[in-house]
């Protein structure tokens, strides 16, 4: 390894914007918890309440741009929805009756509604964890998860994760070079056996990796706890603050179930 | 006082490989001194036996604290006296940013707050890091992170330094950068290294370990220079290199 070797990206980096705007600063614990209720009150709205749907999209483009992140960008990073889609769009089609017709095609009426049901609330889903992470470091995250007392064991497997993730993609990577400097490129299924003894390999190198940090942790006095030292806090106005997103969510719903 | 005093020390694996036949060493307070020896000489079990990590018969003291693998206290302080900086800083650096992984360390001895603030600062400080604290290990390059590695060991202000092939995968800049780093500091060094002209550079002392015992304990440069006991233990120097030529 040379000097100059430098890792690969770490997961998550590339999906923080940087920016300085009020929803980038608040502390990420908060943010967490605003996101989680407002997607929690989205979710138990009924999807034949349209108006409602209505104003929870209004919501969470307006903090898209009060986070100025560039609107093509979160829309490129909503592919991952598209699994999700593609379920929702069979639903109609494979639900059972009362059949109804819309455009000459025969579809499920219960299947139509939980197919838009689905699309309505993944897609909610997807654009506030857009907005999640691109505003927060995947770092403050985990400090935020920390702070809201999701079980320390949890978080550490998700800090290790981070930092090795990094370390083993280019372990891979390297292993992919020496294969291919040797003149193999995997064609088809005859090739799977090379790849099935690649990964083998990286697990086995990952497993003992973890043996030699456990090690060095233990040098360290280690005792079975990881220091959980805060960087962030939050004062009381800042949960006033956050508390307005799931009172807005509940406003547009009480609205949404009187129009 | 004695930094390190390892007396009768001797070790089998459970699979019942004897890696350490009544190893007997020590080390003055200050003093800086290499451990040569091949591959498979027992140089890494050595060093895990000195803190703790295994523990065969015979004794080990760091500092005049005998140590004690039944008691959790005693371990715990030996470790604190006896920092290792492992040979891959990946291995070591386990945190997601330079700083967290420097309280790693102090912050398992008990320092919070401002004190472990300082204590980590004076630590990358040391290593000349300091302003990479916010950095993810991946972000730095080889050399630097070999020298963050060493902080994570300096912040708990051991007593020794136990540095496991500290010049291995080195450019030649970062291995000149760390060896005035450790001539920098003012600590017992042991330095487990097959690099001959590094151990020549920075311990005035060698000791050979071969077949799990110290074979030979003398000047590195007399070491350097018997060629009856070089060849003996395979050990080499680089092509071209004489170690009269070093004053």
Redesign the interface.
């Not at chain 1, 095609?105 to 999640?132: D, F, H, M, R, Y």
């Not at chain 2, 091949?38 to 050595?46: D, I, R, Y």
């Not at chain 2, 008691?71 to 006896?82: G, Q, T």
């Given at each position: 390894m040379p000097d100059s070797h430098q890792h690969g990206h770490q997961i998550g980096d590339h999906l923080f914007i940087h920016r300085h705007t009020y929803i980038h600063d608040l502390p990420p614990h908060l943010k967490l918890v605003a996101a989680f209720s407002f997607l929690l009150i989205a979710v138990l709205t009924p999807a034949s309440n349209y108006p409602s749907f209505a104003g929870y999209f209004a919501i969470v483009f307006a903090l898209i741009i009060a986070a100025k992140l560039p609107i093509g960008t979160a829309l490129k990073r909503m592919v991952v929805e598209i699994p999700f889609v593609i379920f929702a769009v069979l639903m109609p089609f494979l639900g059972k009756g009362p059949f109804i017709e819309i455009a000459g095609l025969t579809v499920s009426e219960p299947g139509l509604n939980a197919g838009i049901s689905v699309l309505l609330k993944s897609t909610l889903g997807v654009l506030i964890s857009i907005l999640i992470s691109s505003t927060t470091n995947v770092r403050d995250i985990l400090h935020g998860l920390a702070h809201l007392k999701v079980p320390a064991l949890l978080i550490n497997i998700a800090t290790f994760m981070l930092r090795y993730s990094a370390v083993i993609t280019d372990e891979l990577h390297r292993m992919k070079t020496a294969r291919e400097s040797r003149g193999f490129i995997a064609k088809g299924p005859r090739d799977w056996k090379i790849v099935a003894q690649v990964a083998g390999a990286l697990f086995i190198r990952s497993y003992e990796r973890g043996e030699r940090v456990h090690l060095a942790m233990l040098s360290r006095g280690f005792n079975g706890q990881m220091p959980q030292v805060s960087h962030s806090s939050a004062k009381a106005s800042h949960w006033l603050q956050v508390s307005v997103l799931p009172i807005a969510a509940l406003f547009v719903l009480l609205i949404g179930m009187y129009l | 006082m004695k930094s390190l005093k390892v007396s009768n020390l001797a070790f089998a694996y459970p699979d019942g490989h004897q890696a350490l036949f009544g190893v007997n060493l020590e080390l003055e307070k200050g003093e800086r001194v290499a451990v040569l020896g091949p591959n498979g000489a027992g140089k890494t079990t050595l060093v895990?036996h000195l803190?703790g990590?295994l523990s065969g018969s015979g004794d080990v003291e760091v500092a005049g604290l005998r140590l004690d693998s039944n008691d959790k206290n005693n371990l715990?302080e030996i470790?604190?006296r006896?920092?290792?900086v492992?040979q891959?800083p990946?291995?070591?650096?386990?945190?997601?940013?330079v700083r967290?992984d420097v309280?790693?360390?102090p912050?398992?001895?008990g320092l919070r707050g401002e004190e472990?603030k300082n204590r980590v600062d004076w630590a990358l400080n040391q290593v000349k890091m300091l302003e990479f604290a916010d950095k993810?290990?991946?972000?730095?390059?080889?050399?630097q992170r070999r020298r963050v590695a060493l902080a994570?060991?300096l912040a708990?202000q051991p007593e020794i330094l136990i540095m496991d092939e500290p010049s291995s995968?080195?450019?030649p800049?970062?291995r000149r950068e760390l060896a005035e780093i450790v001539k920098s500091l003012d600590i017992t060094v042991l330095m487990v290294t097959h690099d001959l002209p590094y151990a020549l550079e920075l311990c005035p002392r060698a000791v050979i370990l071969s077949g799990g015992v110290i074979v030979s304990d003398k000047s590195t440069r007399e070491i350097l220079m018997d060629e009856k006991l070089m060849n003996e233990y395979r050990l080499e120097l680089p092509a071209g290199f004489d170690p009269k030529l070093i004053s």
């Amino acid at each position: 390894m040379p000097d100059s070797h430098q890792h690969g990206h770490q997961i998550g980096d590339h999906l923080f914007i940087h920016r300085h705007t009020y929803i980038h600063d608040l502390p990420p614990h908060l943010k967490l918890v605003a996101a989680f209720s407002f997607l929690l009150i989205a979710v138990l709205t009924p999807a034949s309440n349209y108006p409602s749907f209505a104003g929870y999209f209004a919501i969470v483009f307006a903090l898209i741009i009060a986070a100025k992140l560039p609107i093509g960008t979160a829309l490129k990073r909503m592919v991952v929805e598209i699994p999700f889609v593609i379920f929702a769009v069979l639903m109609p089609f494979l639900g059972k009756g009362p059949f109804i017709e819309i455009a000459g095609l025969t579809v499920s009426e219960p299947g139509l509604n939980a197919g838009i049901s689905v699309l309505l609330k993944s897609t909610l889903g997807v654009l506030i964890s857009i907005l999640i992470s691109s505003t927060t470091n995947v770092r403050d995250i985990l400090h935020g998860l920390a702070h809201l007392k999701v079980p320390a064991l949890l978080i550490n497997i998700a800090t290790f994760m981070l930092r090795y993730s990094a370390v083993i993609t280019d372990e891979l990577h390297r292993m992919k070079t020496a294969r291919e400097s040797r003149g193999f490129i995997a064609k088809g299924p005859r090739d799977w056996k090379i790849v099935a003894q690649v990964a083998g390999a990286l697990f086995i190198r990952s497993y003992e990796r973890g043996e030699r940090v456990h090690l060095a942790m233990l040098s360290r006095g280690f005792n079975g706890q990881m220091p959980q030292v805060s960087h962030s806090s939050a004062k009381a106005s800042h949960w006033l603050q956050v508390s307005v997103l799931p009172i807005a969510a509940l406003f547009v719903l009480l609205i949404g179930m009187y129009l | 006082m004695k930094s390190l005093k390892v007396s009768n020390l001797a070790f089998a694996y459970p699979d019942g490989h004897q890696a350490l036949f009544g190893v007997n060493l020590e080390l003055e307070k200050g003093e800086r001194v290499a451990v040569l020896g091949p591959n498979g000489a027992g140089k890494t079990t050595l060093v895990l036996h000195l803190n703790g990590i295994l523990s065969g018969s015979g004794d080990v003291e760091v500092a005049g604290l005998r140590l004690d693998s039944n008691d959790k206290n005693n371990l715990l302080e030996i470790r604190r006296r006896v920092g290792i900086v492992f040979q891959d800083p990946d291995d070591q650096l386990f945190m997601p940013t330079v700083r967290e992984d420097v309280e790693f360390g102090p912050f398992n001895f008990g320092l919070r707050g401002e004190e472990l603030k300082n204590r980590v600062d004076w630590a990358l400080n040391q290593v000349k890091m300091l302003e990479f604290a916010d950095k993810a290990p991946h972000h730095l390059s080889f050399g630097q992170r070999r020298r963050v590695a060493l902080a994570t060991v300096l912040a708990m202000q051991p007593e020794i330094l136990i540095m496991d092939e500290p010049s291995s995968n080195l450019d030649p800049a970062s291995r000149r950068e760390l060896a005035e780093i450790v001539k920098s500091l003012d600590i017992t060094v042991l330095m487990v290294t097959h690099d001959l002209p590094y151990a020549l550079e920075l311990c005035p002392r060698a000791v050979i370990l071969s077949g799990g015992v110290i074979v030979s304990d003398k000047s590195t440069r007399e070491i350097l220079m018997d060629e009856k006991l070089m060849n003996e233990y395979r050990l080499e120097l680089p092509a071209g290199f004489d170690p009269k030529l070093i004053s």
